[in-house]
């Protein structure tokens, strides 16, 4: 299998990183991957950019995105002041699912938090994404808490 290669996101990937999360049932309905694409896109990457708490990451194969997840480091006052990582916007590309890449992308992320510092970590997936449940729960991960959202 060739090798996956991480790296942080450039702007310039960003028609490719909105496609990965239109790729699949429940992405479809909520992205937008009409060209020109919104320029709320553009203004989201800059501000994750900026923000020395936030890193987007694409996955690399053979000199292509097939990847894509972000972390965010929250500091906390509860838990002594721990840090917590959050796993968000994980996707593989359709073509690529089911030979192990998931599995290589959430090592790399908690790697990645636990050089930060991080104590905790933490993603969500939608309940309608039984499949991920069970992929995260196998590596680990606990359904410890109810999560409530509320779209404003």
């Not at 699949?24 to 553009?42: A, K």
């Not at 090592?107 to 510092?117: F, H």
């Amino acid at each position: 299998m060739p090798t996956v290669s991480a790296r942080p996101a450039l702007i310039d990937d960003l028609p490719t990183i909105v496609g990965l999360l239109a790729d699949d049932v429940l992405g479809q309905g909520r992205e937008n991957i009409s060209p020109p694409l919104h320029s709320d896109y553009f203004d989201a990457f800059e501000a994750i950019d900026d923000d020395p708490n936030q890193v987007f990451v694409v996955f690399e194969s053979e000199g292509v995105i097939i990847g894509c997840l972000q972390l965010s480091f929250i500091p906390e006052l509860s838990q002594q002041g721990a840090w917590r990582g959050q796993i968000e916007s994980v996707r593989i590309s359709s073509e690529r699912r089911g030979a192990g890449l998931g599995q290589e992308m959430i090592s790399w992320a908690i790697d990645t938090c636990r050089e930060r510092g991080c104590q905790i970590i933490q993603l969500t997936s939608d309940k309608a994404r039984k499949d991920a449940a069970e992929f995260y729960r196998a590596l680990g991960f606990v359904a410890s808490h109810e999560g409530f959202k509320q779209t404003i």
